[in-house]
């Protein structure tokens, strides 16, 4: 059976809206989508934001099946135990989401 995205207790509005914030800090996110920096770079900011917002959407039930994802040199990971999606860097917490 295949999950339809992770659990929450949350408005799921308002997760996405923060994971689409927490991923958009990954500074080179845009190689998720194959784009060079050059590509990005000339991207206006609102075009920037819906591709944000659409990756949040993709990754809010990705996550129930694959529960960690790359993203550029990031990766977004489900921690169930916690209720969270975290946003890691390397070894550096970026920024976490929380579901409940």
């Given amino acids: 059976m295949i999950d339809l995205g992770v659990k929450h207790g949350r408005d799921y509005s308002e997760i996405l809206s923060e994971l689409a914030v927490a991923v958009g800090r990954i500074s080179d996110g ?7 920096p050059e590509e990005w770079r000339e991207l206006p900011q609102e075009s920037k934001l819906e591709v944000w917002e659409a990756l949040a959407e993709d990754l809010f039930y990705a996550l129930g099946n694959e529960p960690v994802i790359e993203v ?6 489900y921690d169930k135990e916690t209720h969270r999606i975290n946003i890691l860097l390397g070894e550096e917490d970026l920024d976490s989401v929380l579901l409940i």
């Fill in 72 to 77: 550029g040199s990031g990766v977004v990971i």
């Fill in 30 to 36: 845009y190689l998720f989508f194959e784009m060079e």
